[in-house]
């Protein structure tokens, strides 16, 4: 049975030969594995975006690889370049005009007069950062002025797939399904996170007070997102995708109520969801933040497997006793206190603790409930994937 055949099994509720193991990395997690400069993955040619992941796929042999999937598109990438100065500044450079940015020690970083214009298709998931006169706009922060729907139709006309296409947007996934071993279960991650997607773009304390001031401007917004987002889907699934981990932020009883949620958040996910399923693609759900009381709910979807983060104390256990042995759930091990930072026979005793309280049934996946950090050793992955695997 190779990786693909075990992940699958596992999330139609099949017998698998062992319990699988899912990898979450970082960006900075997948450059310092792969030596593959961070400046070099976010802004420039993505045969660096896509090597750099390969490469960490050789070096784990995991089950199944949650992909940084979207990426730059063509055109900017061949207007910008990157300067590394002797003293060790980096800039980002626009060709056309010639102006240079200053980037962070990290690269992700870009400090600038003013919030630049977003491309199209957009990018929404955080890994730039810009900083303007000393304040802090991350990507999915920066905020648009929406005031009425001919805003929406103006600053973000739907686009469909074979645009998406042309423009090379998704080409990272493309590349890597090409030179991927196909034994690999390989799932896109960063779609459909619509709730996240238009907040975002309005600011979240602009997106909260829109929620009460004007809820229909709001869903006239979330359904834009979520039909372009399924634009997206069609990309991933003709690029060869097995899946997509797709999920939200914001949305945990930590943020929005009940009553929020299942009017703003859950309708739009539930309609991409089939979506997804519709044109064959598998789909594992990801939350962020207190989602305990919205696991009920979240049944309602037709997801194949579900997994939640690390923090407040969220228990393995406790997530299956909600949910019912129906559905596939994947593995929440503290990313930092555990793998990175713990003893490692507190990673054995965890893995194979996490195994016998949600996965005695065989629907599970072994992972972390948050990305894998830069800095943990390489050896404490290869203990965590032999452990699931040998246990």
Request: hydrophobic residues 35%; aromatic residues 10%.
């Amino acid at each position: 049975m190779n990786s693909r055949e075990r992940i699958i099994s596992v999330m139609e509720g099949k017998e698998t030969d062992v319990v699988p193991v899912e990898l979450f990395f970082s960006t900075e997690a997948i450059c310092g594995v792969s030596g593959i400069p961070p400046y070099k993955f976010l802004y420039q040619d993505v045969n660096y975006r896509t090597r750099a992941q390969l490469a960490c796929v050789e070096r784990f042999k995991p089950d199944s690889f949650i992909l940084w999937a979207k990426g730059r598109t063509s055109n900017w990438i061949k207007n910008h370049d990157v300067e590394i100065k002797n003293n060790g500044e980096a800039y980002l450079i626009e060709k056309e005009s010639g102006k240079k940015y200053k980037l962070g020690s990290n690269y992700h970083a870009q400090y600038r007069d003013s919030i630049p214009p977003r491309e199209k298709p957009f990018i929404m998931h955080g890994e730039i950062e810009v900083i303007v006169n000393g304040q802090q706009f991350m990507t999915m922060d920066d905020k648009y002025p929406i005031s009425s729907k001919e805003d929406i139709d103006r600053l973000f006309p739907l686009e469909q797939a074979a645009s998406v296409k042309q423009r090379g947007f998704w080409d990272t996934l493309k590349l890597f399904k090409k030179q991927c071993d196909p034994g690999l279960y390989v799932e896109a991650g960063g779609v459909g996170s619509v709730f996240r997607l238009a907040v975002g773009i309005l600011g979240l304390n602009s997106g909260f007070i829109m929620i009460n001031e004007n809820p229909e401007l709001l869903k006239y917004l979330l359904n834009r997102m979520m039909e372009q987002e399924m634009e997206y889907l069609k990309v991933v699934k003709d690029y060869g995708a097995d899946g997509i981990h797709t999920g939200e932020i914001w949305t945990g009883s930590d943020m929005i109520s009940p009553q929020v949620y299942d009017e703003f958040s859950f309708p739009y996910q539930k309609e991409l969801v089939a979506e997804a399923k519709h044109l064959g693609l598998m789909v594992k759900y990801y939350l962020t933040g207190n989602v305990v009381p919205r696991l009920e709910k979240l049944l309602e979807m037709d997801i194949d497997a579900l997994h939640v983060e690390e923090t407040f104390n969220i228990d393995i256990a406790d997530v299956r006793k909600r949910v019912g042995n129906d559905i596939a759930l994947v593995g929440n091990l503290d990313a930092i206190n555990l793998l990175e930072k713990g003893l490692k026979e507190d990673i054995i005793k965890k893995v194979k603790h996490q195994i016998d309280v949600a996965g005695k049934d065989g629907r599970f996946i072994t992972s972390t409930g948050s990305c894998v950090t830069m800095h943990t050793d390489p050896e404490r992955i290869d203990l965590l994937i032999n452990t699931s695997h040998g246990y």
